[in-house]
C-alpha cells in the first residue's frame, strides 16, 4: 500500500491547497531549466537551431525530470519508506492541477453570473489559449468548458495514469514534456527546433487524453449528467480533430451542447468541426457542471490509479 500513498497524499493535497502560489517547484525549476537551453541554442547568431537541438533540449529537460525525482525519492525510500512516501506524495502534489483548474473556471463562471462578460473574457483569456477579444457570453463559456476539458486529460488524468506506471519521477517526466513545449514549442526560431518538444508531449498526453474522455463518459451519470450521450457522442465525434476531439466530445454529450468549431489562435484561424448534438444552448452553469465531470473523471482514474499501484506494491514487497 506504501506505493499507492504518493498518490493518495497527493490528490488531497491538490484538492484542498491547489497550485501553492508563491512557492517555487520542481515544474518552476524545469521551465527554467527549458528557457535556459532554449537561450542557448536559440541564441547563437547567424545559426537556426536544428530538429537534432530540439531534441536535444526536450531529451534534457525530460530526463532531468524523471532523474531528479526517482535520484531524490529513492535515497529517502531507502533512509525512511514512510517519509519517502510523504515527500513523494508532495512532488505528486506539484503534478496535479484540478484545484486550479476548478479555481479559474469558477471566476469565468462568477463574473458571467454577475453579468460582467467583459470581465470573463479575460479571465478566460489566463486559461485558454485562443484569442477570447471579442468573445460573447456563448464563446465565452465554450472556451471553458473546452478549457475544463482538456484539463481534465492534462492536468488530472495523465498525471494519474504515469504516476500509476511508474510513480512520481514518471508523473514528473510528462511534466517535463509539458514544460519542455511549453517554453521550446514556442521558440521564436525555426519550427526544426520547436517540433520535437511538441510531439514528445502529444505522445505522452494521447492514451491520458483517451483514457480521459472515456472516464468522463462512463461517470457523467454519478455528476447527473447523461453518460447515454457522452458515450454515443464520443463514439461518433470523438476522432473529428484529435487530440482534443475525443475529450470535448465526452463533455459535450454529457452537457447536452455544442462544442468545437472554428476558432482563433495567436490571430490564426483554425478550423475544427463542431462536436456533440446542441440540445439544449450552452449556459454559464455549464461551467460548474463541466467542473463536476472533471472531479468525477478525476476520481475514477483515482481510484484505478491507487489500486493497481497497491497491487505493485504487493509483489514488489512495499
Known amino acids: 500500500m506504501l506505493l499507492a ?3 493518495i497524499i497527493g490528490l488531497i493535497l491538490d484538492v484542498m491547497f491547489g497550485d501553492p502560489a508563491g512557492i517555487p517547484t520542481p515544474l518552476h525549476l524545469l521551465e527554467l531549466l527549458a528557457s535556459k537551453l532554449r537561450d542557448k541554442y536559440t541564441g547563437e547568431e547567424g545559426k537556426e537551431p536544428d530538429k ?10 525530460m530526463g532531468a525530470a524523471l532523474a531528479g525525482a526517482a ?3 529513492a535515497v529517502i525510500y531507502l533512509l525512511f ?7 513523494e506524495g508532495v512532488l505528486f502534489w506539484w503534478c496535479l492541477s484540478a484545484r486550479h483548474s476548478f479555481d479559474e473556471t469558477m471566476k469565468v463562471h462568477n463574473r458571467l453570473k454577475d453579468g460582467f462578460i467583459t470581465d470573463a473574457g479575460v479571465q478566460i483569456s489566463m486559461v485558454s489559449e485562443r484569442d477570447t477579444v471579442g468573445l460573447d457570453e456563448d464563446g465565452i463559456v465554450r472556451a471553458a468548458v473546452e478549457s475544463v476539458a482538456e484539463d481534465t486529460a492534462a492536468e488530472s488524468v495523465a498525471p494519474l495514469f504515469w504516476a500509476m506506471l511508474g510513480g512520481v519521477p514518471l508523473a514528473l517526466m510528462y511534466r517535463g514534456a509539458q514544460a519542455a513545449k511549453d517554453v521550446l ?3 521564436e526560431t525555426g519550427e526544426a527546433f520547436r517540433a520535437p518538444s511538441k510531439t514528445a508531449y502529444r505522445i505522452m498526453l494521447a492514451i491520458p487524453t483517451m483514457l480521459a474522455a472515456w472516464l468522463a ?8 449528467l447523461d453518460s447515454k450521450a457522452a458515450r454515443a457522442i464520443l463514439s461518433r465525434d470523438g476522432k473529428k480533430y484529435p487530440p482534443n476531439s475525443s475529450i470535448h466530445a465526452a463533455f459535450a454529450g454529457a452537457l447536452g451542447v455544442q462544442l468545437g468549431g472554428d ?10 468541426e463542431t462536436v456533440g448534438d446542441e440540445k439544449t444552448e450552452i449556459h454559464f452553469e455549464d461551467i460548474k457542471e463541466s467542473d463536476k ?13 491507487v489500486i493497481v499501484r497497491a497491487i505493485i506494491g504487493h509483489f514488489v514487497h512495499f
Open 185 to 187: 514549442g514556442k521558440a
Open 5 to 7: 500513498m504518493p498518490i
Open 81 to 87: 519508506p514512510p517519509i519517502g512516501a510523504v515527500l
Open 263 to 272: 476558432m482563433s489562435v495567436g490571430g490564426e484561424e483554425i478550423h475544427r
Open 293 to 305: 465531470l472533471m472531479y468525477a473523471a478525476t476520481g475514477a482514474m483515482f481510484l484505478v490509479s
Open 71 to 73: 535520484a531524490v525519492t
Open 217 to 224: 463518459a462512463l461517470t457523467a451519470g454519478i455528476v447527473k
Open 52 to 61: 537534432g537541438k530540439g531534441q536535444l533540449c526536450t531529451f534534457l529537460v
